[in-house]
């Protein structure tokens, strides 16, 4: 549990972060293709570490299937739901644009934020 928190681009930084450039490149949707994930995911992070989680999180589970990448789409997003959304796997889009509004805003960590506990989705 401890080395997860020690990684690059960590699950509730995913959350965080790309709901809002998703929007902001693509419009609102209900799932992004692998290619526009990959480009805003590029443009937040300088490393690829847990890029899976984002195609998890904002594609399709076809499309995430046909990344091939040998994961599990379900298992995927119940980690997403456990970090982000109190082990709760049933979340979609609008549910991580809520939580990076709640967690992230003009530019600074609000409530929620990472180590923060309760507040936010997160624990």
Known sequence: MFSFWQKKNSV???ARQLPVRLVESYTRQ???SVEQVTEVFSQVFTHDHNQAYAYAMF???ADFDGLQTGLSYAEMRADVGKHCFH???RFNFES???YAHST???GGFIAGGEGSGSEGGCG
């Open 30 to 32: 209900e799932y992004y």
């Open 59 to 61: 594609c399709s589970q």
């Open 87 to 89: 082990d709760w796997p």
């Open 12 to 14: 509730k930084s995913i």
């Open 96 to 98: 991580l644009l809520v």
């Open 104 to 106: 992230y805003s003009d």
